[in-house]
Nanobody
């Protein structure tokens, strides 16, 4: 069983920056592909960014490309998302997801609110 705990959300003004983290309680964290998703009120959960197990591959949704940076520290079992140039449309609960083979795990989410 993998437990994921997100942290670092909060309130920021448009144009500002925020970093969120996801700590994983699993010994084999480096085996997992892991990513960020978000869900705004009344909307479907959507993909934000993902990073491969060895961090050699990263993917971003078009609407965050150039503004967000995903990274991971396998020694600390932690995933990061640096968010710059935030806009009100980035307001959502941000979730991390870890996948390995047919298994997938979600964190409980952290709220990010961008004021205009």
């Amino acid at each position: 069983q993998v437990q994921l705990v997100e942290s670092g959300g909060g309130l920021v003004q448009a144009g500002g920056s925020l970093s969120v983290s996801c700590a994983a309680s699993v010994r084999t964290f480096s085996y997992y592909a892991i990513g960020w998703f978000r869900q705004a009120p009344g909307k479907e959960r959507e993909f934000v960014a993902a990073i491969g197990a060895s961090a050699s591959s990263v993917q971003y949704a078009d609407y965050v490309k150039g503004r967000f940076t995903i990274s991971r520290d396998n020694a600390k079992n932690t995933l990061y998302l640096q968010m710059n140039s935030l806009i009100p449309e980035d307001t959502a609960v941000y979730y991390c997801k870890a996948t390995e083979s047919v298994y997938a795990y979600w964190g409980q989410g952290t709220q990010v609110t961008v004021s205009s």
